[in-house]
């Protein structure tokens, strides 16, 4: 396949990338006025940058903002879905501010480090996990940063070998771990989030030169999203 054929693909899945959320499905909605109100309907990437735009301009101030894309964030998986108020309930208990929050993302943002994560990570979760707090770097600087999941990570674990073959750039694409079969995210994978950020970057890069269009990281992640969640192809990109 020719390089007009392999970015017109990526650009296809892009473009059918949907992820509806209804925020009015907020089961304390009641708790916070002028929050959870919009209903994401189509969940088309228009639709998503909106509202990751409306979190830029509120999160430094408004704890709405980051209780919002928690539930966002989990509202596919019904399974886990309660953990969405878990975590937002541990979040006020320990009197976390919107601003606390902002200041540690943006330090990781600006200097992404393990400590600088596992500093922001402490804010936002007890656990381990870090799907949910990798969700915010993307928010904020998606021409910097992709958000990562169970689906990404399956998908890298499935086509990274195809990926980098004959792949001309320096960064390689790399699974969680040998064997990965869709496991939770935690610290222990976090030089996969590394190297995966890394790789959006690249291939971003690449796409936006051969298509004319702007790709971001948080793109790349869209659409890879999108391939593992359809079945869908991505040819790789030399």
């Known amino acids: 396949m020719n390089g007009l054929g392999q970015w017109h693909q990526w650009q296809c899945v892009l473009a059918s990338y949907s992820y509806p959320v209804d925020l009015t499905r907020f089961a304390e909605q009641q708790a916070y006025e002028g929050w959870f ?23 430094p101030n408004y704890l709405g903002a980051w209780f919002e894309v928690i539930f966002w964030k989990l509202y596919s998986n019904k399974k886990i879905l309660g953990t969405a108020y878990n975590i937002i309930n541990a979040i006020k208990q320990k009197g976390v501010s919107a601003n606390d929050l902002w200041e540690r993302c943006c330090r990781y943002i600006n200097a992404p480090s393990t400590s600088n994560f596992k500093d922001f990570q402490q804010l936002v979760v007890a656990s381990r996990n870090i799907a949910v707090c990798a969700t915010f770097p993307a928010f904020i600087s998606p021409e910097r940063f992709p958000m990562i999941d169970t689906q990404v990570a399956k998908w890298v674990s499935s086509h990274y070998e195809e990926q980098n073959r004959g792949a001309s750039n320096k960064v390689k694409l790399q699974p969680p771990k040998p064997g990965y079969a869709g496991e939770v995210l935690s610290m222990s994978h976090y030089p996969f989030l590394e190297s995966w950020t890394s790789w959006c970057r690249v291939r971003a890069q690449q796409l936006s030169e051969l298509s004319g269009f702007a790709w971001r990281p948080r793109d790349v992640e869209m659409t890879i999203f999108t391939a593992q969640r359809n079945n869908l192809n991505l040819p790789p990109i030399a």
């Open 37 to 59: 109100k919009t209903n994401i309907s189509k969940g088309d990437r228009e639709q998503t940058i909106q509202f990751e735009n409306s979190f830029r301009e509120a999160a």
